[in-house]
């Protein structure tokens, strides 16, 4: 028995060191990671320092981690110190955590809310000893905090809006993705993507859920596949689930067109292979940069409106950008939607560009 | 002994028997509503995507009839597949890497548990909650949290691989996996000494056995079953991420006890653990064939996994009334 727990923790030792020689290695390889920041568009860092508490949902999913490399590059360049506390989905946790901050006397609060009606009271908690609250995401209608808002109904329901055109003159059913139950920027895409397919009689829409796990989302799709002969379209709400969710549908000999939702790098070269018909840019990094920023201008005494709104931006092939010009999408119900190329989209998404972007120049929504 | 483990694979034959009638109402339902669920296509997917789950229900299956728990087994298979993929990525996305590694770390993290509960006399629950935790940590820090795919075509092959061009290669090393847990559980003195164990360890321990070191090898090879599991899931995806495998536990779990593993410890059978994931993988699948609305579709597969728990405990509490009734005559 000795033997064998002696043989194990040297294995346990050896593997140890590996894995931290191959989190080296694998860094030089194929992954949705952004490129290395360029020192020369970096803004200058402000003298004061400020400490920011960072309540997330989670730091394990794909894109809140590019938030966080966003939010953390934001803070090297503007001199913010970030603390960052995951809750993993309870809102209890969560609420200990904004609590904690308060204690503390952190200088500001981003907050990526788990419950937007849950952390109302402890939001003005926080308001009411001096600190801005900044709630990513998703509106929270508290006393006096700011909502850093990138519109997630809006952008679905472009996307459901391009399918059914697209598929004006078919009939057959559309696929759609979502995230969990409960999550409101799941809900949210899913709303406005619903919304938008109901203006099409002719499209039938069936919905599974992925679980934010490309493994579950690639089991949905096979599935949504193989029970629908008359499918023509998958839409799904997050990258992230998307490449599983394209495997799938490989897997089970489906071809369909797909659409997907982030703009992360790996969902652009689906783009480039003319695998996915677009997606939408929001550049998961860039939106973290971009709330540090609001953050730090609050801090240092800019006046600004209380709803600051990210831009996205929907990017697809050339051919396909044609079509949404030519059917006069770039404007659906009063909301205009700018469109770039993959080109373009791999630019905004660059740590060079939105640093650029949110540089000095940068004027929040007044 | 022998008359023991010859009533407790009377009661599992009972078990089996209603599990088939449901598996084959559920199949009916669902043709029912959508035709092609029986298509060939669709029962062969629903065999491919159910492979991994069931070789972590087999392994599932020694720990519950030994009467403990892994609560790591979801994180683990996570931190297996993301550590071992990023290891066969440096050394050159070299297949037999992937394997090896998803097995010895599989095997590994097994015998840290067997350890913290054999030696150090830690409550199951408590021994596998930190391994959870511990599991957790490791993928979030070697992964960064970052999405990488997977380029070789053998570990392709091995995830979406077809045998014959029909078969899927995965269900294949889920058969094979079946039949050596069927070897060890049946016919070797692991597999007697599992069910004392379950039974009743003191008495275990009266016969001879030295239950230390038969549950230290329980939970290795539950480790290594997960490994296995952690490859099959790695290699069907083709990406590394650190959400692989969520709600693999739960399906696990459910699979085995569905199938006639009792929570309780001391009887289970390998053969009901695959119907159990056959039902769970045929339910999933029915649910979007049936075209059930997303939000209600986790729903009921909760509440059949709460009836089958439920089912369990009813017919535990039979059989110590019957062995009550039994005692005093």
Known sequence: MKKILSGMLILALMVTMLVSCAKSDSDTSKTQESEKPVDSVAPTPSDKKMVIGMACINLSDAGLVLIKNGADLAGEDFNCELIWKACEGNLDTQIDQIRGFIQQKVDAIWLDSCDVAGVVDVINEATDAGIQVLTAGSKVEAKANYNLIYPDFDDAFFAGTVVGEYYKDKTGTVGLIVGSAGNLVSEKRQEGFTAAIKNYPNLKLVSGMGMWDANTSMTVAEDIVRSNADLLHMHIIADGMSYGAYQGIQNAGAKITISANDGDNAALDHLENKEYLFDNVVGNERL????????????????????????????????????????????INGVSYATVTIDEARKIVSSESYRKEFDATFVPTK | MGKLKNNRIKNVEINRIANIGILILLMCVATAVNKSFLSVSNLLGILEQNSAKGVMALGATFVLISGGIDLSMENGLTMMAVTASLLHISAGEHPLVLILLCILIGAMVGAVNGFLISKLKLLPFVATLGMMTICKGITHWSSEGKIMFLQSKTVSFIGRGKVFNVIPFQTIVLILMAILAAVILYRTSLGTSTYALGSNEEAAKYIGINTALQKFKVYVLNGSFIGVAALLTVSRVGQISPNLGSGSMMDAIAAAVIGGTSTMGGRGSIGGTLIGILIIGVLINALTFMNVPVNAQSAIKGIVILFAIVADALFASVQRRKKKVNDVV
């Open chain 1, 288 to 331: 973290g940069y971009w709330g540090i920023v609001i953050a730090r201008r609050l801090f240092d005494g800019e006046e600004m409106a209380t709803d600051q709104y990210l831009p996205t931006y929907k990017v697809m092939g050339e051919e396909m950008l044609t079509f949404v010009k030519d059917h006069n999408l770039t404007e």
